[in-house]
């Protein structure tokens, strides 16, 4: 996938702030990074064994690209000044966003090094850089799924799809509510593709409402009290692709925010 977009944004700044536009960005070298990303292989080789012992596998290389940006008018020196303090002085990876329409909801958290200006007759015209990211993988925005219900007893099973590309490991909602309905009980949520891992809160009170955090493992209530010896000591994950959610108790409704998703940006 090319990127034809003339603006961008990072730091939550738009380009156009510092009257900057792209001028050229290598889609190529972001192409071939991500379409065809290696794995890092951890494994260990054991005594008078053929194959070694394999601990696991994460993708590599981090996401590296070049990308250049030119303004319109010169750009005097206190202008370029204010420029390099916005994009080059960051000292954590700073959200970086290409305004085009079919990726308007994608994230790369990087930072920008090895700045060279870029002169026309003398005059400062723009730059060139190199933009360095955190992962090996592109993010789109968390979204918030919710579930309602009307019954008493809920039995019901929920669709949820995980279209994260890092297929290599679990999707950890960063935050979660659950609410009951007005009568006391039990909740429970069943992971069917998730060898039936069953996440559940027993002994609640009505309307009371939990809020979870399974991605730091937190709990907290309404009602003030400490319900985590009201669980079973199991929070929330999701695998890759579909996730049958098989949700049972007295709950009124169910609520999620997911954490960055991990998108690959090839084509």
């Known amino acids: 996938m090319g990127f034809y977009g003339r603006s961008f944004i990072y730091d939550g700044i738009p380009s156009e702030t ?31 064994r053929a194959t070694p012992y394999l601990y696991g596998m994460t993708p590599s290389p981090n996401l590296e690209f070049s990308f250049s940006a030119f303004s319109e008018d010169e750009i005097d020196a ?114 069917l593709n998730d060898d039936n891992r069953v996440v559940s809160y027993t002994g609640l009170s009505g309307n009371e409402v939990l809020t979870i955090s399974p991605m730091y493992e937190t709990l907290s209530s309404s009602t003030g009290l400490n319900r985590l010896g009201n669980s079973n000591y199991k929070f929330l994950r999701l695998v890759a692709g579909e996730n049958q959610l098989q949700i049972e108790g007295n709950v009124a409704s169910i609520s999620m925010t997911n954490e960055l998703i991990a998108k690959k940006i090839s084509g």
């Open 78 to 191: 206190s202008g370029f000044e204010l420029i390099s303090k916005w994009l080059f002085s960051s000292r954590s990876y700073k959200a970086f966003q290409i305004d085009q329409p079919d990726i308007q909801d994608v994230v790369f958290y990087s930072v920008l090094q090895d700045p060279e200006v870029v002169r026309v007759g003398g005059l400062i015209q723009g730059f060139t850089c190199n933009v360095v990211c955190n992962s090996p993988f592109a993010f789109k925005f968390p979204k918030t799924t919710t579930y309602t219900y009307t019954t008493e007893i809920v039995d019901s099973t929920e669709i949820y799809y995980n279209g994260s590309d890092d297929t290599g490991n679990y999707l950890y909602p960063t935050s979660m509510t659950i609410t009951m309905n007005n009568t006391d009980g039990d909740v429970s949520i069943t992971n």
């Open 18 to 48: 510092y009257n900057l536009y792209i001028s050229d960005i290598d889609a190529n070298a972001i192409n071939n990074s991500m379409a065809s990303s290696s794995m890092d292989i951890k494994e260990q080789k054991i005594f008078r």
